[in-house]
């Protein structure tokens, strides 16, 4: 039984830390770096440097590059660290410190037995009121994590389904998907500051021939390149939120079994749709935006991605 269970927990932890997380670190490395050398391109194919100097605009894109990402990086790592605390205040969590009632001793165990097979530090857990089935997990550190649950979810699950979320919501802590998240969406605020600053440089110098300090075309382009590039961007994060929610699955599935899983996301599908915080959003169970503006993909899909086992 030990041996089995030694070999699970191994299998289970090569898959949270093996290829695809290699594969992410690589594409995202490479992602950065082929940005860069497509503006690289773009600046000589087309002359643009020197387009730039006639206009009186000598660009370091390396010095505009830099200044974007310590603007584009820092609210989302102010966001990360502070996330534990925005999700307690913004949601109402009531912690369990000290089990007091059958139903905290069983959710704080199940917690604890999901979190060692796991091989994660015991995370914080508790309990929020709202009538929609929900649950989420965030924290800056996947050893420094908090596991919340709703009234809801624990009225109208069964301890199984119950026990699936919670391992769904180990899973995204076991991933990193907190942090990765937050990375991505430092990323491309940074590159939509970068452009933005380019692309108001050029409408008020080239465009509007303003030859003194920065004219009211350079923020009024800028702030329009922001708010166009800054949906693209919303695009490209939503995207990543949905794909880590079929891993998360398939995590949970490995941690609490597949009929479990998929019990659970049949049983969410039936639940009414009182939406979390917008702040907390991306990080519940499920989602209620549809389309490419959801957080979550659609319940049917993930259910038929886990009976197929795309992800496992």
């Given at each position: ?60 894109l390396n010095a505009l590059l830099i200044m974007s990402a310590v603007m584009g990086m820092a609210g989302s790592v102010i966001s990360l660290f502070s996330s534990k605390w925005m999700a ?225």
């Amino acid at each position: 039984m030990y041996e089995y269970r030694c070999y699970y927990t191994c299998k289970y932890n090569l898959y949270l830390f093996g290829e695809r997380d290699l594969m992410r670190i690589i594409l995202f490395i490479l992602a950065n770096l082929g940005i860069m050398v497509m503006v690289s391109l773009i600046f000589s194919l087309f002359d643009l440097d020197q387009l730039f100097l006639n206009n009186g605009i000598n660009l370091n894109l390396n010095a505009l590059l830099i200044m974007s990402a310590v603007m584009g990086m820092a609210g989302s790592v102010i966001s990360l660290f502070s996330s534990k605390w925005m999700a307690k205040r913004s949601m109402g969590v009531q912690l369990i410190v000290t089990p007091e009632t059958e139903n905290e001793y069983w959710l704080y165990h199940t917690v604890e037995k999901l979190a060692e097979m796991a091989q994660l530090d015991m995370p914080e857990v508790g309990y929020f009121n709202n009538s929609s089935p929900n649950a989420f997990a965030t924290g800056w550190n996947k050893n420094a994590a908090l596991v919340a649950v709703s009234t809801g979810l624990l009225d109208n699950m069964t301890q199984s389904e119950v026990e699936a979320v919670l391992a769904h919501e180990i899973s995204h802590i076991a991933n990193g998907d907190m942090v990765t998240l937050a990375l991505v969406q430092g990323v491309v605020n940074t590159f939509v500051i970068f452009f933005a600053k380019i692309i108001g440089y050029f409408v008020d110098r080239v465009i509007l021939k303003n030859k003194r300090g920065f004219g009211a075309g350079y923020y009024m382009s800028y702030m329009a390149a922001q708010m166009v590039l800054g949906i693209i961007a919303s695009l490209i994060t939503l995207w990543f939120s949905r794909w880590r929610e079929y891993y998360a699955d398939a995590g949970a599935a490995k941690l609490s079994g597949t009929a479990n899983m998929i019990a659970a996301l049949k049983r969410l599908q039936t639940g009414n749709s009182e939406p979390l915080a917008d702040d907390m959003a991306a990080f519940g169970i499920s989602g209620y935006v549809s389309g490419l503006f959801s957080t979550h993909p659609p319940l049917e899909d993930r259910i038929k991605a886990l009976e197929e086992e795309k992800f496992l």
